[in-house]
């Protein structure tokens, strides 16, 4: 087991509670579950003159009283937040040797910490410990709900949403305060929407309980029918009927209460402003054909749909003007521009009287602060900062701490670059090389610098110098990362992955973002990509999607225009439920180009699925990793280099 410890000069309060990594326990004095009753608050200066109290009093005493003082403190120390200082404290305890009470709190304080540094691996060790599965008929409804809270937040995010929903159901019959009971459903019904289709049907027809059963049934309904605000609501008021005692049916997620309000209120005529010519026309056919192909099939399912007026937005058009001129002609919304310039113009704007759904970001420096955005204006599109930030989250809680980032000279890996590093360092990760390529000639002499096999090489050859006589020798990598973020083209990655092989780093684990993977199936090139982790656009990877049969049939376009269809088909999708992703923070869209939900500035942001190279194939990937499996071994194994098998 492994604790992190202090650095720098202790405080006073730390030189008291270093004393306790000599002490050692056999047994405990149970401390009460339900807390002191009626204490006051009390100040920091006091909280610490009380730790220092236990301290003195563990130091002084016998077994079990001495344990008793020692989880009085580190309780303390985990309501300030302390982490470092309980655990020191927590570890000193053998929870073997503790009665039944204080091996739940000792449980409790310790699953905290772990789950709080995503150390998810040893959280679940404590929290599914069997000696405490044999004890919840015994605990107070107080430590029962810190437990399962716990358990239910670590299922969700090492990817057992199942068992992080049933978690929640038990704790939904323990909450006796609304608030606290509505949020446990709200968190409840997030983590059954982010389950796919087919893993939602799965659990449908292996669940037993009938409260889970009604949660799954409702929740397909609502993931199946998030293109249709109509079809939704119908579902939902045949689920309502169907399963009248459902706790659900009492009070609905939140987002589902909205979705009358939102029928009633849906735009009537929409502006679509995408330039017909110039260097941007290609990029605006293929979002276009997704928009028009999400409308088209609108139009066959009977839905109500609004007339679309579109506008040349080529040029020196001025995109103030033909904001007016849409708003003059009718216009309920407006889904433009495309070009970041004109998304700037409007972004300048004091106020929008109609609103406008961007399909493109403004760009600003990251260290500097954003100026407000005017109300009515939403932001939506392909950020590769967004994706790189989710990099950096996935590769953390798979246990990565130190990176090497890998990308080509361009203007817009330079800014997922930035992103990935101010995410990746406030996690606590460490960047230890970031490198640019600028072609295609200067990989291998990239990597072998970036790996320091070039310094690797040279001392063979001061040794060789020295002695006088050939060495067997084998070149080593630098041994202080252990992941790459990698940014490039899938042609790029197909050279790249075989040269950290071949300069000894086919062991590193290699996460990208959603560039890497165009949806092409071309098993015989993309095994040169096996192994590598990337995060990739929903519509990339399933064939769900019925505007794919649409766009097959009347849009020619290569399969490097799919992710502007995406982009095209969520626009439509988004337009009507912005009042949704408004007014409910954790409502989310799942679109074709990721969960949208709304951040704050009215910026919506893409949560991408998922997956991994494996035998050529792009494979989904659902759970949060925390070892490296199996198959990601064969995979490594297939690019080593000869004489490292």
Known sequence: MHYRGPLGTLSALSAWLLVVWLLASCSSTPPSETGPQGEELLSREAVEARIKSLVDEARASQSPQRERYLLEAADLLVDQQEFDWARN????????????????????????????????????????????????????????????????????????VI??????????????????????????????????????????????????????????ISKNNQANLERQQSRIDQWQSDWPDHPANRHLPNDLQLLRKMIEQQPRQIALLLPEEGTLARAADAVRDGFLAAYYRSQQEQSRVPQI????????????????????????????????????????????????????????????ERPEAPEGLYQFGLAAEDEARQVARRAYQEGRRNAMILAPDRNWSSRSAQAFTEEWRALGGEISIDS??????????????????????????AVTRLLGSYLEFEPRRRQDIDMIFLMAEPGQGRQIRPTLAFHYAGDLPVYATSHIYTGEQDTKSNRDLNGIRFNTLPWLLGNHFEEKATLAEHANAPAIYGRLHALGVDAYRLYPRLPQLEQVEDARLYGATG?????????????????????GEALPLVTVTPRMDTQEEQDNEELQPPGAR
């Open 163 to 220: 068992a992080s929903v049933k978690e929640r159901i038990q704790l939904d019959s323990l909450l006796a305060e609304e608030i606290s009971a509505t949020e446990n459903r709200e968190a409840l019904w997030q983590g059954l929407m982010s389950l796919s289709r087919e893993e939602l049907e799965t659990a449908s027809d292996e669940a037993e309980e009938r409260q889970l059963q009604g949660w799954l049934s409702l929740a397909a």
């Open 595 to 615: 969960a949208l939900r709304m951040r704050p500035g009215s910026r919506i942001e893409r949560e991408l699925v998922w997956a991994r190279f494996q035998g």
């Open 436 to 461: 640019q390529f600028s072609g295609t000639d200067d990989y291998s002499s990239i990597i072998q610098q970036a790996l320091l096999i070039d310094q690797s090489q040279a001392r063979r050859q």
């Open 309 to 368: 007026r579109q506008y040349n937005t080529s040029g020196d058009t001025d995109i103030l003007d033909l904001y007016e001129q849409a708003i003059a002609e009718g216009a309920d919304l407006i889904i433009g521009p495309l070009d970041k310039e004109k998304v700037q113009r409007l972004y300048e704007q004091p106020d929008l009287p109609i609103p406008v759904l961007t399909l493109n970001y403004i760009d600003a420096p990251m260290d500097q």
């Open 89 to 160: 404290l927590l570890s000193s305890i053998d929870s073997r040797q503790l009665d039944p009470v204080a091996f739940r709190l000792h449980t409790e304080l310790l699953g905290t910490l772990a789950l709080d540094e995503g150390s998810y691996y040893l959280a679940e060790r404590i929290l599914t410990n069997p000696r405490l599965e044999q004890q919840w008929s015994e605990m107070s409804p107080e430590r029962e709900i810190a437990l399962r809270e716990l358990r239910a937040q670590l299922f969700n995010r090492t990817g057992q």
